[in-house]
């Protein structure tokens, strides 16, 4: 719920997405209750929707394992875990 003080001292509540539930007032509470008082002449109804989303691969998962017969991955590995080390080293010195 959005509530905004008015330029005139009053209050307004408004249910985003439904800006045509307004209530205002003299007071947060005055302005709660008129909005109230909107949604139940309306009578609403609220309805949950569950919807089954598609069921694809995540983008990444082909390159998963790609370099793990690689001879040179684990030297590959040692130059990131050095360069890590070092990022982390010159942070820490800030």
Request: overall charge negative; cysteine-free.
């Amino acid at each position: 719920m959005l509530i905004e003080n008015q330029q005139d001292g009053k209050v307004s509540k408004t249910v985003p997405g439904l800006p045509d539930f307004k209530g205002s007032g003299v007071t947060k509470e005055e302005a709660l209750e008129k909005l109230i008082q909107l949604l139940q002449e309306r009578k609403p109804e609220i309805v949950t929707l569950e919807i089954e989303l598609p069921q694809t691969e995540h983008p990444w998962m082909k390159f998963a394992g790609m370099h793990k017969d690689n001879p040179l991955f684990t030297e590959v590995l040692k130059y990131i875990k050095a360069d890590r080390s070092q990022i982390d080293f010159e942070n820490e010195t800030k």
